[in-house]
């Protein structure tokens, strides 16, 4: 109880939206930082494992001519510092100093003492060292056998470092292990290289998620206001408006299904991208933010036409001379008309008739009928409008020569959202029918026996004018 009255409050209904707003974008915040986290794992692991296996090859060369020696007859002890074989140098003066990444080269014996470093070369001569307990700090998981951190010490003089290593089997002995190193820190150089790319990437893909849910949550917000505003507006209404305005507002509810349901897939396949359990490029990830862009804007379009069309009926007042209007609009729209092969034949009975309605609504009228006319048609075809007076009504009739619709469709047309066209919204006939009714008129529709196509008929109350017509031809 507490809570409904919380939000039926004025204050309430700014936080709370506020508050989905924030919970929103953290959300996509923490979906997108957790699958820049699992891209940059990747990317270390990836180089790790190139830069390691590179190494492991190395060894087990080395191993392998090691190997060799004893089966030539020469020992284990030969490769202490002062008997190590002269191509055990040169190896190691060509292969260690000229690459940055590598800090060491050993071999060690079975029982842990190093025999040979590539520190220490030609007249060097130190102390043997032996491999303490617990010189490894850790092995690497994932990177298979033989493949340790260490820190300084007996093999590495010089920093930490991975250290990857071999047996050296001899008639099925362990005779002892070749060990090199890999400086940690050029490596974790190398890891930030490969990964800073990806977190400019990521950054952009953060920022674009968070501005589609922050535009998306602020437009949902603006609907929610303004649907508010229009149920107490609805409260106030006639039955038989507030049963029209409660099919409008369905219609609204499915119209926005189909670009909200879009811009949700959208952001359902960027979760998969950021899990891990999905992949797309740099063109497809741009391809889904713009196609999210444009059914927000698709949706920001529609709440434009409902505005529009909740608000003719309380605007429809004055009057307009009906043949100057026409001729105007005709006019207007003559190159389009020409350009796309349309003949417009306009047959005026009634030239000093006046109307009571709004000149820029009469306007509006005739404009939607004409573009529904001309958008049947396609290419090549031909519209008529004729102008008759009857029964005090100015009779208005534009036909087609399109395709026409099936009759049981004649009534549902005029509802909002309704439309036979894949592209159309189904607000232009809903519009043009709110204007006729708000200016005590109506409009009816048939299949037109001359054209073939559409024939709509709108019927509006005549004020008598006593002027001559204006010469427009």
């Known amino acids: ?107 060690v014996d079975a029982e842990g003492l190093i025999l040979a470093h590539s520190d220490f070369l030609d007249d060097e001569k130190p102390e043997h060292e032996r491999l303490p307990e617990g010189w490894e700090v850790g092995r690497l998981e994932g990177f298979g056998p033989g493949v340790t951190q260490i820190s300084n010490g007996p093999l590495s003089h010089r920093g930490d470092a991975i250290d990857i290593s071999a047996q050296v089997i001899y008639q099925n002995q362990n005779m002892g292990s070749y060990h090199t190193g890999l400086d940690l820190a050029w490596l974790n150089r190398r890891v930030w290289e490969g990964q800073r790319e990806a977190v400019r990437v990521w950054a952009i893909v953060i920022t674009a998620i968070g501005t589609i849910v922050l535009g998306s949550s602020i437009l949902l917000y603006r609907l929610g206001v303004r649907a508010k505003r229009m149920e107490q507006a609805l409260d106030q209404a006639e039955t038989r408006r507030l049963a029209g305005l409660s099919r409008l507002i369905v219609g609204m509810a499915h119209e926005l299904r189909n670009p909200l349901n879009a811009v949700r897939l959208n952001l359902f396949t960027s979760q998969k991208v950021f899990a891990g359990t999905a992949q797309i490029s740099s063109e497809e990830a741009a391809a889904m933010i713009e196609e999210s862009v444009r059914e927000v804007e698709r949706v920001d379009d529609l709440i434009g036409q409902l505005l529009g069309y909740a608000r003719v009926n309380t605007q429809a007042k004055g009057e307009c001379k009906v043949h100057e209007e026409i001729y105007s609009i005709l006019q207007f729209l003559k190159q389009l008309h020409e350009k796309e092969g349309i003949q417009i034949l306009y047959n005026n009975e009634a030239p000093t008739a006046c109307i009571g309605l709004d000149a820029r609504l009469f306007r509006q009228v005739l404009l939607n009928l004409l573009n529904n006319a001309r958008e049947a048609i396609g290419k090549s075809g031909r519209i008529e409008i004729v102008v008759a007076v009857a029964n005090s009504q100015v009779m208005i009739q534009v036909q087609d020569s399109g395709p026409g619709i099936a009759a049981d469709q004649f009534e549902q047309i005029f509802e909002p959202f309704y439309t036979t066209r894949d592209d159309g919204v189904g607000m232009g006939l809903a519009v043009v029918n709110s204007i006729v009714e708000g200016a005590n008129g109506r409009i009816e529709c048939r299949r037109s026996t001359a054209l073939g196509g559409m024939d709509f008929v709108v019927s509006l109350p005549i004020l008598r004018c006593n002027e001559e017509p204006i010469d427009v031809q």
Not at 31 to 53: C, K, M, P, T
């Open 1 to 107: 109880m507490v809570f409904t009255r919380m939000m039926q409050s004025p204050r309430a209904f700014t936080w709370v939206p506020a508050l989905s707003i924030f919970v929103a974008i953290m959300l996509a915040a923490a979906v997108g930082l957790l699958g820049l986290a699992r891209d940059l794992q990747s990317i270390r692991h990836s180089i790790f494992d190139a830069e390691i296996n590179q190494a492991r090859s190395h060894v087990e060369r080395t191993v392998g001519r090691i190997e060799s020696d004893l089966l030539e007859g020469l020992s284990m002890a030969a490769y202490q510092l002062e008997k190590k074989p002269r191509w055990l140098v040169d190896h190691w003066r060509r292969t260690i100093p000229g690459k940055p990444d590598r800090l060491y080269a050993a071999i």
